[in-house]
């Protein structure tokens, strides 16, 4: 017997899915609703009296939507106005362990090995269905997950911290850096540290990754100097794509994300999102208002 007509409501259950599926791929919320919405298009569109599996076809049309996304996005990414991050989310993806961290590894990969890793590694799919999923054979599956999961291991933190230890850290960094105390900055920071902050060109933000110690800590004295004492208002904190970090309302009426990748208790990596574009998603999944 044919499976059921997929009707709107039937259709919810797997969007959480698909979602998470075409996130993971793209590094954009906003982008991945849309793969997901031309998805559901496209399934009212077919004959699904001859669908025996709705999942695994709609899994197939998400992936294949994102690799033809990811085509333009990789020209998008080389034109684009200093560093680029993927989009923050604040919502636990449950299934998957993949931090902001992890995914700036992925996006080192060609689509296919992303595609293969994910729909593999983090979604479970037998590589027979990545397969039919991507329109590679299984054994070139295989072989591209693994090169996939070598950058993805290397990009692991050595030794992790708790979540209450990285609520703790992301706490005391945000205390350090609107306070201007430099002394407990060093203390909270890697000699090799680096800072990454997306502005898009259309927030200000540092252009390039900051590299070292001694460099990051004159640029967030130099921040303070301007900016002065108590010149953010703390709207959020907790996991921001799975680091601890924070959001914050900026005197300019700008927003900006700040997430922190830590190893052995120290910060090795800042994460800074200001472009308004990417936060537009994350400040309505808080319900905040978009500044003007």
Request: aromatic share 6%; with cysteine.
């Amino acid at each position: 017997m044919p499976p059921d007509d997929l009707s709107p409501g039937a259709f919810d259950p797997l969007r959480p899915r698909l979602l998470r599926i075409a996130y993971r791929m793209l590094g954009s919320a906003a982008e991945a609703e849309d793969v997901v919405q031309e998805a559901y298009l496209r399934w009212h569109q077919t004959d699904r009296t001859v669908i025996r599996d709705p999942s695994a076809v709609l899994v197939r049309t998400v992936t294949r939507l994102c690799l033809d996304v990811l085509k333009s996005a990789r020209v998008r990414h080389e034109q684009y106005v200093g560093t680029w991050l993927p989009e923050p989310i604040v919502e636990p993806l449950e299934g998957d362990d993949l931090t902001l961290t992890l995914m700036m590894a992925l996006e080192r990969l060609s689509p296919l090995e992303r595609a293969a890793f994910l729909l593999h590694d983090v979604f479970g799919m037998d590589f027979d269905e990545v397969a039919r999923a991507i329109g590679r054979d299984p054994a070139a599956c295989r072989q591209l997950a693994s090169r996939a999961r070598g950058h993805v291991r290397d990009a692991r933190p050595r030794f992790p911290v708790t979540e209450n230890q990285g609520r703790e850290l992301a706490s005391a960094f945000f205390t350090a850096t609107r306070s201007g105390d430099v002394g407990a900055l060093q203390a909270l920071l890697t000699q090799d540290v680096v800072l990454y902050a997306d502005g898009g060109g259309k927030a200000k933000a540092a252009l390039h990754p900051i590299y070292g110690l001694e460099k990051n800590l004159r640029f967030a004295a130099g921040i303070f100097q301007r900016m002065g004492p108590d010149a953010s208002r703390l709207v959020y904190e907790g996991k921001i794509d799975g680091l601890p970090g924070f959001i914050t309302a900026e005197p300019d009426g700008s927003w900006q994300s700040t997430a922190l990748a830590i190893d052995a208790g120290r910060i090795v990596a800042i994460y800074i999102t200001r472009n308004p574009d990417k936060l537009r998603v994350l400040l309505r999944t808080l319900g905040l208002e978009t500044p003007s």
